[in-house]
């Protein structure tokens, strides 16, 4: 069942909201041959520390008993690496894809927001993927002011990936967010028809969800690494995922980790 927030509480998951997107801000520009997805991590570390914020991906628990808990601020996954990926001393190279996905707690509120950039000059099919992802994630969006119910945005989502010959990822979906990161209800990014009727939830004014599609280039399915957390597509193909916190509203969608102008990096 979804958790339904007040407009005051709307308001300060904001607050956490505008530090994300300055993370991004950040990212995006750091994003360039030869620099290493450590040291990204590194800034957008620093940045919540300056903000007095707290790293909500930083020290999370492993899902799999005895694994190591994830290890930095911010999951970087390269090219063919779906998600979860861990920053390391790797460097970006021309024509790579880079997903970068963080967030952070502000005075107990949360904020989550995912973007991938490319590293100079990437080819024409992965700047296609790149293009699709993000305009599937605004598809969502501007969605959710028009449908009743989730179910009805995801088969919308499958349909516009599939359409430019794109698959979605259905081992990980979005979810519910505020004062924790994960909360109810899982937000699949797939057709309704794959969706259990009482999984489904209402878009109603107070949902607050972080809405993230992740799509791969070739097949949907994906593998882990021995690191435990870093997944990859099992065909080698690349994959993007891009992603926002949204409040429903009286009004209508509103892009929490937009920036002060309600501008987008996205």
Known sequence: MEILRSPREIGLMRKAGLVVWEAHQIAGRMVR???STAE???????LFAERNVV????????SSEGKPPFPAATCISVNEEVVHGIPGPRKLAEGDIVSIDTGCKLDGWCGDAAATYACGKVSPPTRKLLEVT?????????QMGRCRWWSEVATQMER??????FSVVEAFVGHGIGRDMHEEPQVPNFSGRKIRR???FRLVPGLVVAIEPMVNMGRKTVRQLPDHWTQVTRD??????FEHT?????KGPDILTAGPLGETWT
């Open 236 to 241: 080698g193909r690349p994959s993007a995922h």
């Open 134 to 142: 993000r305009d599937v994630l605004h598809l969502a969006i501007e």
């Open 198 to 200: 009482t999984a489904d």
């Open 246 to 250: 949204v409040a429903m509203t009286s």
């Open 40 to 46: 990204i991590d590194r800034a957008i570390e620093q």
């Open 160 to 165: 516009f990936v599939k359409s430019h010959g």
């Open 33 to 35: 041959p030869g620099v």
């Open 55 to 62: 790293p909500l991906f930083k020290h999370v628990p492993n």
